[in-house]
């Protein structure tokens, strides 16, 4: 275990839509460099948490801080006040995101996916910012592709794309939301290798997946959420091989 940081600090988290009370208090600390893995059943909360983490979803209760900054909100004595949309945008450039189904701009090609952010909210040059998209997309695999457009790519390019673009923003943290469940079983593995990859280059991570023998490569913490809450934490062996919950243990039966 190292000692290093705390990079997220979530802290009493609380949603709800309507009546429905999605995330009941959840507190969870990422530590600089390390990969937390998220495993659950559907519906437990997982995207909202991720989706709460860079203030897409507006949070009821408790706060999240990146490297010691709050996303959404600046404090003042004990309360909690919204920032403009404009800060929150800079604010959420410290946080890559790579959704399920890849989103990319389906009119931009592959290069101009990835410079995009950096030139219009980091205020990157054009020159610079393809430099790095070129280091890129050689990184994971697709430096022929930068031509391309998103529906000429399979699902696994366009996510190796997805992961390329969330780098080129140099978080602080990388979310990945199920970065594989809507690929075809084929090419699951070549995503999969490609954020091993950028996990042992040391980025801190948060990732929401099935891929249970993935979660056990990559993972420094597993935590194993239901309904709302985290039932248990702890490095990959411990939950994955050794459950204390018996909700775990219920949920680890079927997913296995
Ligand atoms: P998971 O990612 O673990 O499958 P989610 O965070 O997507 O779970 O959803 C948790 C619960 O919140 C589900 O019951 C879902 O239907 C509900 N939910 C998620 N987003 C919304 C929304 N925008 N409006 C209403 N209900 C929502
Ligand atoms: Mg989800």
Redesign the pocket.
């Known amino acids: 275990m190292s000692s290093s940081a705390v990079m997220v600090d979530i802290r009493g988290v609380h949603k709800s839509?309507?009546a429905?009370e999605?995330l009941r208090g959840v507190d969870l600390q990422v530590r600089a460099s390390e990969v937390t893995v998220v495993i659950?059943?559907?519906?437990?909360?997982?995207?909202?948490?991720l989706r709460g983490i860079n203030h897409l979803e507006k949070l009821d209760r408790g706060s999240v801080s990146i490297d010691g900054e709050l996303v959404g909100y600046r404090r003042r004595g004990d309360k909690l006040y919204e920032l403009k949309e404009r800060e929150i945008l800079r604010r959420r450039t410290r946080i890559g995101f790579v959704f399920q189904n890849f989103n990319l701009f389906p009119h931009l090609t592959v290069l101009e996916n990835i410079t995009e952010a950096p030139v219009s909210a980091l205020g990157r040059s054009r020159s610079q910012a393809t430099v790095r998209a070129r280091e890129l997309l050689a990184r994971v695999g697709l430096a022929d592709k930068e031509r391309a457009y998103p529906r000429q790519l399979s699902g696994g390019q366009q996510q190796r794309v997805a992961i390329a673009r969330a780098l080129a923003l140099d978080p602080r943290v990388l979310l990945f939301?199920e970065p594989t469940s809507a690929l075809d079983p084929e090419l699951v593995g070549e995503v999969l290798d490609v954020i091993k990859d950028v996990a042992r280059a040391g980025t801190t991570m948060i990732v929401?997946t099935h891929e249970i023998g993935f979660a056990r490569e990559i993972a420094d913490t597993v935590v194993f959420?239901d309904d709302g809450l985290i039932v248990e934490q702890g490095p990959p062996e411990q939950v994955l091989d050794h459950p204390r919950q018996d909700r775990t243990r219920a949920f680890l039966a079927k997913v296995l």
């Open positions: 839509f309507g429905h999605v659950g059943p559907s519906g437990s909360g997982k995207s909202t948490l939301d929401v959420m």
